[in-house]
């Protein structure tokens, strides 16, 4: 049981807007950024948002991130089969651990 | 470039202990947290440890504490972590990554290695 909590799958078509939810608590992403991370199959995992919605260089502006209260979402818009991979979110919490969602895997139709 | 590149994983007993190893290159290793994140086979991410650019301060996931030692060489630009008391379910690939600030409390970052496998089993 992961500490922060995503839907196991998500799916769209290409071309879609796709949203990927991220719920925590006030110890976590209540007070502290999310990150969120894909991880293609057998790879290592790629960081693709920092700081709630800052993305860092070379990653498309089809993936946005958001925050409000104790929940964060990732967006990706203009889905394409690239995108089919497994996505992660990551916060600090109070009790001085890192903690990651359960992962969601994405389907591209 | 920066480049992360992870060492010695491999097959131990239940009991045993390890010593993992991560050699960067390709920025200022001193100015940046790193952390240690696994991942059982089949399974998600997990954070295991995360130390400081000057290794001053130092965390541990609950499942890693009293067991996994963190600690880095800024002079040889190199991350360990030392595992002992190891278990069947530490069996994973641990991913090295490179924090996006000097503060410890990093989870994961910009860059990570491509991993190395633990296998804990007799």
């Known amino acids: 049981q992961s500490v922060l909590t995503q839907p196991p799958s998500a799916s769209g078509t290409p071309g879609q807007r796709v949203t990927i939810s991220c719920s925590g608590s006030?110890?976590?992403?209540?007070?502290?950024?999310v990150n969120w991370y894909q991880q293609l199959p057998g790879t290592a995992p790629k960081l693709l948002i920092h700081?709630?919605?800052q993305r860092p260089s070379g990653v498309p502006d089809r993936f946005s991130g958001s925050k409000s209260g104790t929940s964060a979402s990732l967006a990706i818009s203009g889905l394409q089969s690239e995108d089919e991979a497994d996505y992660y979110c990551?916060?600090?919490?109070?009790?001085?651990?890192?903690?990651f969602g359960g992962g969601t895997k994405l389907t591209v139709l | 470039e920066v480049q992360l590149l992870e060492s010695g994983g491999g097959l131990v007993q239940p009991g045993g202990s390890l010593r993992l190893s991560c050699a960067a290159s390709?920025?200022?290793?001193?100015?940046?947290?790193m952390s240690w994140v696994r991942q059982a086979p089949g399974k998600g991410l997990e954070w295991v440890s995360a130390?400081?650019?000057?290794?001053?301060?130092?965390y541990f996931a609950d499942s890693a504490k009293g067991r996994f030692t963190i600690s880095r060489d800024n002079s040889k630009n190199t991350l360990y972590l030392q595992m002992n008391s190891l278990r069947a379910d530490d069996t994973a690939v641990y991913y090295c990554?490179?924090?996006?600030?000097?503060?410890?409390?990093?989870?994961?970052?910009?860059?990570w290695g491509q991993g190395t496998l633990v296998t804990v089993s007799s």
């Open positions: 006030s110890s976590n992403i209540g007070s502290n950024p």
């Open positions: 700081n709630n919605n």
């Open positions: 130390i400081s650019g000057s290794g001053g301060s130092t």
């Open positions: 390709g920025f200022t290793f001193s100015s940046y947290a």
């Open positions: 990551a916060a600090w919490d109070g009790s001085l651990n890192g903690v």
């Open positions: 990554a490179k924090g996006l600030a000097v503060a410890g409390t990093v989870i994961g970052g910009d860059y």
